[in-house]
């Protein structure tokens, strides 16, 4: 493990800087790009909130769903401010090709979905009720209900072998997500077509720094909070998918199968057929009490700690 500048009490510039926040209200819906964002202990506040399941409670994914890609969310400008609570007047929007607009209010629904589950986890969830039911049915053309997770009877806690004591809602394994422009960047000269970033779903977009460092970041500071770097984010079908069309295609996992894959990352590694691109994140002072965490668009970033490769990092 190799200590920076940042860590040794040395005044050090910024290794890198915040320069989107995305947040993701709806598993697998599109993300809504704000310009601040309140650090919860489950991640960023509304983020993966909510989940579209199946007659069984089977959450949908675009991996099986590619048509969510095209489910646009919007929250009110205020709800990512410090302190904000919803009144009976605040509302989630939902709109898609084809569809009325739905609104959700904020305020939790008082029905109660048992058996909901999203990979190795089940529980009971919050039905967001029979309007927002009829409007997924209708889009996806199958049964489907809209809930929300039940922040006040269920925790799903992250896997205890990288982040013992952290918990997420409905993301897929940790609470935060980060790549840098510069490892997109690095990617899109290898490929015939650049992607955007929204292929890849991240909550923190950096830019600053050298392709792909974040492979080796076991501990930023971002303002005045500590992130651990707990694993390499192993991708799936889904940044195949195009989000403006809802197609998916062989690229870039093709591409990251040739230059991100285990076995030229990790070749002295169990192989596993992964590949790699950003950061899992968890953030220390995310379980603490006490005053509201903001973490804005601007924010600085100082690694405290590194490995010296990517075979070294956790994944």
């Known amino acids: 493990m190799e200590k920076t500048s940042s860590s040794t009490g040395t005044a050090a510039a910024a290794d890198a800087k915040i320069s989107s926040i995305f947040i993701f209200p709806i598993k697998s819906c599109r993300g809504i790009s704000v310009p601040q964002a309140p650090i919860t202990p489950t991640g960023f506040r509304w983020d993966r909130q909510w989940l579209v399941v ?9 991996r099986v769903e590619p048509k969510l890609a095209l489910v ?5 400008e205020e709800a990512f401010s410090e302190g904000w609570e919803p009144t009976k007047n605040s509302y989630m929007e939902i709109k898609a090709p084809g569809m009325d607009l739905l609104k959700i209010s904020l305020c939790k629904p008082p ?43 269920e925790t799903r806690p992250v896997d205890p072998m990288y982040a013992r004591g952290h918990f997420i809602m409905f993301s897929d394994q940790y609470p935060f997500m980060l790549i840098s422009q510069e490892s997109l960047d690095a990617l899109n000269k290898l490929l015939k077509e650049p992607v955007p970033i929204n292929r890849f779903r991240p909550n923190i977009l950096v830019t600053g720094c050298e392709p792909f460092s974040e492979d080796l970041w076991t501990e930023i500071q971002i303002s005045q909070f500590s992130f651990q ?18 197609i998916a295609g062989p690229e870039p996992n093709e591409t990251l199968m040739k230059v991100r894959s285990d076995r030229v990352l990790r070749p002295d590694k169990k192989q596993q057929g992964k590949i790699y691109f950003g950061q899992n994140l968890v953030c220390k002072e995310s379980l603490t009490e006490g005053k509201a965490k903001m973490v804005k668009v601007g924010d600085p970033i100082h690694v405290i700690n590194k490995v010296s490769t990517a075979a070294e990092a956790a994944a």
Do not use: M
């Open 54 to 62: 199946n007659q069984k409670r089977r959450a949908y994914t675009q």
């Open 72 to 76: 646009e969310v919007n929250l009110p």
């Open 111 to 153: 029905q109660v979905a048992d058996g909901v589950s999203v990979w190795e986890w089940s529980g009971s969830a919050l039905d967001e009720g029979d309007e927002a039911s009829k409007w997924f049915t209708d889009y996806l053309g199958k049964p489907s209900r809209l809930v929300r997770f039940n922040a006040a009877s």
């Open 229 to 246: 770097g707990v694993k390499l984010c192993s991708r799936c079908k889904v940044p195949t998918i195009n989000q403006h069309t809802a």
